[in-house]
Structures are given as C-alpha cells and as structure tokens.
Nanobody, 120 residues
Framework: DVQLVESGGGSVQAGGSLRLSCAASGSTISTYYMDWFRQAPGKEREGVAAIDRAGATTYSYSVQDRFTISKDNAKNTLYLQMNSLKPEDTAMYYC???????????????WGQGTQVTVS
C-alpha cells in the first residue's frame, strides 16, 4: 500500500501561483497512476489533473493551460503547479493513487488527507 501526504497549500491572491506536493511512502509512485482532486464546500470532489505511469497527463477543462501535474520518481513525490489562480480554484486539494488508470474519475484507492488552497 502507498501512503500519501499533501503539502504546499495556502492563501494567495487571484493571479498568483502555488505548488502542491504529495509525498508518497510505503511504495514507489512509478507503479501507480496518480491524480489531483479538489473539493469545494458544498460541491462534489472533482478530478483536475491525472498522470499515468509513463508521464502522460490529462487535465479538466477548468484548469487546462493553468495547472501542470508532474512527478519525480526519485523523490517519490507528485506535484501540482497552479498558475493564474482564480477564486473558483478555492478548495481542499487531494492527491490519489491507484494501480488502475481511472484518469479523472473518483475511483482511486489511495488518498491523502488534503491541503487547503484559498484564492481571494
């Protein structure tokens, strides 16, 4: 099993940037498909960016061209670079992993505890 711990959230003004990290332990991320999800109060959790084992990426329409998902297998860490942030990006952000390629679907087996991003 893999354990996931997110960090890097915070408060930022609209137009600013943040980089989220998801540190994995217990297993190597190179064997997993991984995703970043977010959930705003009163809304469903939505997938925003996915990366497969080979590094191919998928983005939701709402973040395409502003967010970049990447991973460093040597550091066993997943990243989400968020640029041009908007107030509607405010949410709790979660990383997720699975051995099945769910892309942006909420079917991942392993989840982190989340990190809050607030854009004002």
């Amino acid at each position: 099993d893999v354990q996931l711990v997110e960090s890097g959230g915070g408060s930022v003004q609209a137009g600013g940037s943040l980089r989220l990290s998801c540190a994995a332990s217990g297993s190597t991320i190179s064997t997993y498909y991984m995703d970043w999800f977010r959930q705003a109060p009163g809304k469903e959790r939505e997938g925003v960016a996915a990366i497969d084992r080979a590094g191919a990426t998928t983005y939701s329409y709402s973040v395409q061209d502003r967010f970049t998902i990447s991973k460093d297998n040597a550091k066993n860490t997943l990243y989400l670079q968020m640029n041009s942030l908007k107030p509607e990006d405010t949410a709790m952000y979660y990383c997720a992993a699975d051995t099945v390629n769910w892309q942006l679907a909420r079917l991942y087996m392993y989840w982190g505890q989340g990190t809050q991003v607030t854009v004002s």
